[in-house]
């Protein structure tokens, strides 16, 4: 199995910046691609971006250009850096990781909360 321990969330002005961090361990070798969902109040959870071992990336539309995912294979550390924030970014943010163990599952952390003021 794989683990995943999110940090970095917290409360800033629209305009900022924030970094998520999302620490595997565990299996991680059976690793094949990590991203970030997140879910606001009332909505359905949603992807942000994942990056996949190959490095290919992938971005839901409306995070193109500010949002930017990367992966230290070094550190079993996928980031997710956030810049000009907007309030509608608001949400718990999830580190997802897709592993290989007998078939294809997905390991979610725990939630990390981003809040965004106008």
């Known amino acids: 199995q794989v683990q995943l321990v999110e940090s970095g969330g917290g409360l800033v002005q629209a305009g900022g910046s924030l970094r998520l961090s999302c620490a595997a361990s565990?299996?991680?070798?059976?690793?094949?691609?990590m991203g970030w969902h997140r879910q606001a109040p009332g909505k359905q959870r949603e992807l942000v971006a994942n990056?996949?071992?190959?490095?290919?990336?992938n971005y839901a539309d409306s995070r193109k250009g500010r949002f930017t995912i990367s992966r230290d294979y070094a550190k079993n550390t996928v980031y997710l850096q956030m810049d000009s924030l907007k309030p509608e970014d608001t949400a718990v943010y999830y580190c997802?990781?897709?592993?290989?163990?007998?078939?294809?599952?997905?390991?979610w952390g725990q939630g990390t909360q981003v809040t965004v003021s106008s």
């Open positions: 990056i996949f071992n190959n490095g290919r990336t």
């Open positions: 997802n990781a897709a592993y290989i163990s007998g078939g294809l599952h997905n390991s």
């Open positions: 565990g299996n991680i070798f059976s690793i094949n691609a």
